[in-house]
């Protein structure tokens, strides 16, 4: 990996090769090869990060122009808080550079995993820009959750867009970029793919209900907030579905 570190400082280049942050990049790594055999990937588009336990200022991020389905560890990149590359054999893709440094630095999020996974991205292009807490059971665990970035101003190919964009979070989880796509954000990977993956299977069984012609079933709120309040106590659920994608995923 010698080509890597050309130019880079001692102390990036330790921090890239520490056993933890080794660990965090296998475990990005997987998470985006799990992503494209679910069905979450688009061409070589998107982009999932994770900022540095113990320095926020810096996080780790896919590269431009690889199938997620093709990651491994060596291929992230380490990215500062502008989005600018410190460590990595490839290159950054703007809008990742602008959203993720954004998220990360404004928003104060630790990962945030951007898709452009069919169902979420239908809801996008809907009036209400969102998913219906109240129907699956799948969709419970995102009540009061999510929030909506009504507005679609062409591609984040600035700071100033990336910046708007995690202004729109408004500290949620989950945020439904109007005609865009989703981004779901987590204090933990294992915890925010699990949420990437069950938001993208509740958004299916919500495009398919409604596609049906006949009306849907709600559940009353109060209920709904009960049922999420128990499948967040399942967390238990995430870290085993991820040890499960660790030992599979190829």
């Known amino acids: 990996m010698s080509e890597d570190f050309c130019a880079v400082s001692d102390s990036v280049a330790q921090i890239y090769l520490a056993p933890p942050i080794r660990r965090l990049r296998e475990q990005l790594a997987v998470a985006l090869r799990a992503a494209a055999m679910h069905g979450l990937a688009e061409g070589v588009c998107n982009h999932f990060s994770v900022a540095l336990p113990q320095d926020g200022d810096k996080f780790l991020l896919n590269p431009r122009g690889l199938m997620w389905q093709e990651i491994q560890a060596d291929d992230i990149l380490l990215v500062d808080g502008n989005g600018e590359k410190l460590v990595g054999r490839h290159s950054v893709e703007p809008s990742a ?19 452009h996974a069919p169902f979420a991205t239908t809801l996008s292009l809907t009036e209400q820009c969102a998913l219906d807490t109240t129907l699956s059971q799948n969709a419970m665990r995102f009540h009061g959750r999510i929030s909506s970035d009504p507005l679609f101003n062409g591609l984040a190919l600035d700071h100033a867009e990336g910046q708007r964009i995690a202004g729109a979070t408004q500290g949620a989880d989950v945020v439904f970029l109007a005609n865009h796509g989703v981004i779901v954000c987590g204090d933990r990977l294992d915890y925010a793919y699990d949420d990437l993956y069950y938001l993208e299977r509740a958004c299916q069984l919500e495009v398919q209900a409604r596609a049906m012609g006949v009306p849907t079933r709600s559940v009353n709120v109060e209920l709904v907030a009960i049922t999420a309040a128990q499948l967040q106590g399942e967390r238990l659920q995430s870290e085993l579905f991820f040890q499960a994608l660790e030992r599979t995923v190829k």
Do not use: D, G, P
């Open 97 to 115: 550079m602008f959203i993720h440094a954004a998220m990360h630095r404004v928003a104060r999020k630790q990962v945030v995993l951007h898709s």
